[in-house]
């Protein structure tokens, strides 16, 4: 596809999400042959610097295919099968797996190695690194009780009955933080790798827990102070 004479093809944006129309402004390819005999068994690997046509940002693509890698598809226009080449493609930077909260951007006032932890959670999922999320889900819970005083030393039972005897969770809270510790250390212990719906409940738990104990109590107090005196009904 083309617009007004510049090559464009479909990709997914980093910046903007989806997949959108984007300039090629740059391409490279190296081919590597495996025989005396050049084109018959080899591999291909070209690069693309792309520039979004919606929001203008600049990323790369990587597209990558081996001449032994086919497969059989159906022509969309004529219907007949036949067999097609199989390419494999990356994109950098990758598009959000899941969306950063709000709050996410404060953490180095809250603590810098946590944010530093939390950005490479995310960069994990961004790039479906599944069994590396679910330890570093763990690791952040970890952190974050180390940054309310809960002694590093502990067993995760013993954490969670120190936060629950310090009040910054209930007996519900308790018994879903349970599962957490569970499904990091099968990650980290067992070789686990966590399904899209596994992580997604996982970050779910450890974003509320993190929201809750250090921007939630805080965000509390400045509404009671902005709330009119007078007797509670």
């Not at 979004?52 to 099968?81: H, M, N, V």
């Not at 797996?97 to 932890?117: M, S, T």
């Not at 509320?208 to 939630?216: A, D, K, P, S, Y």
Request: hydrophobic share 35%; proline share 4%; with cysteine.
């Amino acid at each position: 596809m083309s617009i007004e004479g510049v090559e464009t093809i479909k990709a997914p944006c980093p910046k903007c999400g989806g997949y959108r129309n984007c300039v090629v402004r740059g391409r490279h390819s190296e081919t590597v042959d495996y025989t005396e005999y050049p084109g018959q068994v080899y591999e291909c690997t070209t690069g693309h610097l792309l520039q979004c046509c919606g929001c203008s940002a600049l990323f790369y693509k990587e597209q990558f295919y081996f001449s032994e890698e086919t497969e059989e598809a159906r022509d969309p226009i004529s219907g007949e099968w036949g067999v097609v080449q199989v390419t494999h493609d990356r994109y950098w930077p990758t598009t959000e797996a899941r969306a950063r909260p709000e709050w996410f951007a404060q953490l180095p006032g809250i603590d810098p190695r946590l944010k530093d932890l939390m950005t490479e959670l995310y960069s994990g999922l961004d790039n479906g690194l599944s069994t590396l999320a679910g330890i570093g889900i763990r690791t952040c819970f970890d952190r974050a009780t180390e940054l309310v005083k809960v002694d590093t030393n502990l067993s995760f039972a013993r954490k969670l009955d120190a936060l629950f005897a310090d009040g910054r969770i209930g007996s519900t809270e308790k018994d879903i933080l349970v599962a957490l510790i569970d499904a990091g250390s099968a990650a980290a212990h067992r070789g686990w790798s966590p399904s899209s719906g596994d992580l997604r409940t996982m970050m779910d738990v450890l974003e509320q827990f993190i929201h809750r104990t250090f921007f939630l109590r805080h965000e509390s107090e400045q509404l009671r102070g902005r709330v009119p005196g007078g007797g509670r009904s």
